[in-house]
């Protein structure tokens, strides 16, 4: 059976209760490093053709919006990780109170990250719009 779920989606995979939590750093550390390849070699071919359509700021836009929504969920799983953290380890231990602080400065990073992507999606705003009204982002 453990087979067959390492075949799922890990976002899948975690929705349905199932964990695979890797014990070796190396293997950490190789999980890591090919997440981001995979990332990288799934986009080169389509997101090189995309980058030429994009010749107005208002072609950007749809991109920042789509990438704001994805930081957007990124802070909120960070969010309940941290709190979960809080909560559930011993925070006197120092590296479980390690965890937990990687944890809440993550969560700082991405929330400038969703800032960013909203601030750059409102720079892509015709002129005459006005980016105040974004400012409650």
Do not use: I
Request: proline share 4%; with cysteine; hydrophobic share 50%.
């Amino acid at each position: 059976m453990n087979r067959l779920l390492r075949f799922l989606p890990a976002r899948l995979a975690r929705r349905l209760g199932y964990e695979f939590a890797l014990h070796d750093p190396a293997a950490l550390a190789a999980a890591l490093e090919a997440n981001y390849a995979a990332a990288s070699a799934g986009h080169d071919t389509d997101l090189h053709a995309a980058l030429q359509k994009l010749t107005s700021p208002l072609a950007f836009q749809p991109g920042l919006v789509g990438l704001h929504q994805e930081s957007a969920d990124v802070v909120v799983y960070l969010c309940s990780l941290a709190a979960a953290a809080e909560t559930n380890l011993d925070l006197n231990d120092p590296g479980q109170y390690a965890l937990y602080r990687e944890l809440l400065d993550s969560v700082r990073a991405a929330e400038e990250l969703r800032q960013r992507v909203a601030a750059a999606a409102s720079r892509a705003l015709p002129v005459a719009q006005s980016s105040a009204e974004l400012q409650h982002l």
